[in-house]
Each structure stands twice: as C-alpha cells, then as structure tokens.
C-alpha cells in the first residue's frame, strides 16, 4: 500500500518551501494538484519532474475511486494545493477522509507541514492567539449576515479569508457589527506587493481604497 503526503507549498513566495517539502515533491510517484498550471511553475523552478493529477472541490467521485487504485497499487501521492496547506479551507480534506474511509489503517497519510496563510497573518498582527477561531471564507449569500453577527461574539481573536471582490463589501459589514474592535488586514502575504492594514474595521477600508485591490485577503480581528 502506498502512502499519502500532504505537502504544504507556498502561499505566495516559491522560496518559502522546505526541504522537505522538496524531497517528498521529488520522490513520490504522482502529485494531485488542485490547478496543475499553478503547481507546474513551482515544479519548473525547483527542476521537479513527475506525473500530475488534478484535484479538486468539482472532481468527481470516480477520480477519488482512481486515485485510491493508485495507493492500492504501491504509489506513494502527494497531495498539494494552490497555495498553502491542502485540506485548510481547501478541497483535500474529502480527499483525505474518502481514502480513509476505503482503506482505512492499511494507508498512512503524512503530513509535511509548511506554509499557512491564516497562521501567516496571525504572527504579525499582534493579537492574542494562545487560542483562536479560523473560519475560512465567508459565505457569499446564505448565512452571510449571520456569519458577521458571530464574529461579534466570538471572545477570540477570529481569523478569515476573503477574495479581492468581496473584500470592501466585508469590511463594511464588519464595521456595522464590530465597531471600534481592532483588526488587521494582510493583502498578498508574501508576494511583491504585500500589504498589511490596521485599525478598525472602517479605517482598514479607508486605507485599502487607495491601493489596487489585488490577490487574496486574510482578516484577523482582535479578541475581546
């Protein structure tokens, strides 16, 4: 039986993979990439030569009955994502309990660990984070004024992402719910033109509109 490597890439920067990482990404027979074209430019500068399988949140049940014909099979598979660490706000985490669930103990999944954009956020912003709440993407509809009425509560300091075109509409609605609680705002960590904003939730808004709006966002909100 093979094994599982779940390797955690860049989030922005290509040198900000490990050794490690490296290694696996040379040695396994097969990596499942979540957009093959993203994770080529990062085997391309690191001379990786290997056979590449997407997938993703629209695979279809038949790639996963695929993928574990490999493991049962003798491959060993690395599992990558865009950017980060695969199942963290990310698709692998079915992948992972779908094999689990087929092949039980017979597989051993291992993780490489590495880059992580809401961790990323986290070591600068300055607020408490002995204990935090992650919440990945807001949801774009449904639930997502309940979703702003929560992150009042939450006593924590509360960590999220959010895409360059909902970013100002957030912002907006965490102001009316939050008020004059501290946040900070990460804009393309890592890369050329990473920014950090902070103050309240109306001032980070403020701040952001002068720049283009670019890339991804990781929202960290103070505990109370």
Known sequence: MGTLFI??????????????ALEVLKNVDLILAEDTRV???LLLKYEIKKPLWSYHQHSKLTKIE??????SNGKNIALVSDAGTPGISDPGGILIQAIREKLGNDINIVPIP?????????SVAGFPADKFCFLGFPPHKKG???FFENIAKTEETVVFYESKYRIEKTLT?????IGE?????ARELTKQFETIYRGTAKECLEQLKKDK???EFAVVIKSL
């Open 173 to 177: 609605e965490l102001s009316r719910v």
């Open 66 to 71: 695929q993928i574990i014909n490999e493991f």
């Open 114 to 122: 590495g880059p992580n954009a809401a961790i990323a956020a986290l």
């Open 39 to 41: 994770t080529q430019k």
């Open 213 to 215: 709006i670019l890339g």
């Open 7 to 20: 390797v955690a890439t860049p989030i922005g920067n290509l040198k900000d993979i490990t050794l490690r």
């Open 181 to 185: 609680r501290k946040i900070m705002v």
């Open 144 to 146: 997502r004024k309940t």
